[in-house]
């Protein structure tokens, strides 16, 4: 069950009766919904002008109700989905942000000084749930082998950070930096990272080789499934480098991949 299927229960469970037209396609298109009706917990009558569903067997509704959504009052986390729809994706949660970072200075993290260089050298990174990160130079990297390698192509002056999971703005809104590289695969989901950083830090700048031409020609692959679907603010964009990426990934149906860069 997901939220639009409580949220559609509920009303008829506080109301006794729900117009048709209130009932999401995916909800009344169910085999749950489609079973009340065949059991007739649920009817379709004529009330006033207008058609409804109503209840009709109210003990049963009930017990339909409490069976699927066995409790109302949990936290908005997965084991809280679970409690509530029995399905721990249902609805979209808060989660921790995770962030691995690489470095070869002192870096301010959670207000303690940390010596990055030695947590890279002995123990190849440095992982926190940050609230606070103070660099002169941050670099982020989309893709956990490149970010193991970034220096290498980047040099060690940056902060290298990468976030388990996907990057949002809220993630990387504790981050003070004066320089801001985005390092990611060029295709249309990593310009779109590269927009949703760059939306909380107005200076941040997309890493772009000056060998980028002849790597695309030599090395890039054809666009499949999530990648080839391009997101609303890459289309409307009117960054120079992001129309010159997406114009050619559109035209050629391929991208290039960002590890072929400490690679070659």
Known sequence: ??????????????????????????????????????????????IGRGLKYIISKEIEFQKFFSTFFPEQNVSKSKSGNIKKFRDSKATKIDSTPIFLFRGFKNYQINNQLVDTKKHTEYFGLFSATPNSVIA??????????????????LGKDFLFAHKYGRIG?????????????????????GLDEYLRIKDVFRNAKLYLPEYYEELFEKYSQP???????????VKSSNDSTVIKIREQVARTNKFLEQEILVNV
């Open 136 to 153: 002169d130079k941050v670099c982020f990297v989309e893709n956990l082998e490149t970010f193991l390698n970034a220096e290498k192509l």
């Open 169 to 189: 703005k809220d993630s990387i809104s504790m981050f003070q930096a004066k320089e801001v590289l985005v390092f990611v695969d060029y295709d249309f989901n």
């Open 1 to 46: 069950m997901k939220e639009v299927d409580f949220n559609t229960y509920k009303i008829l469970l506080e109301d006794k009766s729900i117009s048709k037209s209130a009932i999401p396609k995916s909800v009344l298109q169910s085999d749950t919904f489609q079973n009340l009706l065949r059991a007739e917990i649920l009817k379709y009558v004529k």
């Open 223 to 233: 666009l499949t499934g999530n990648k080839a679907k391009m997101s609303k603010s």
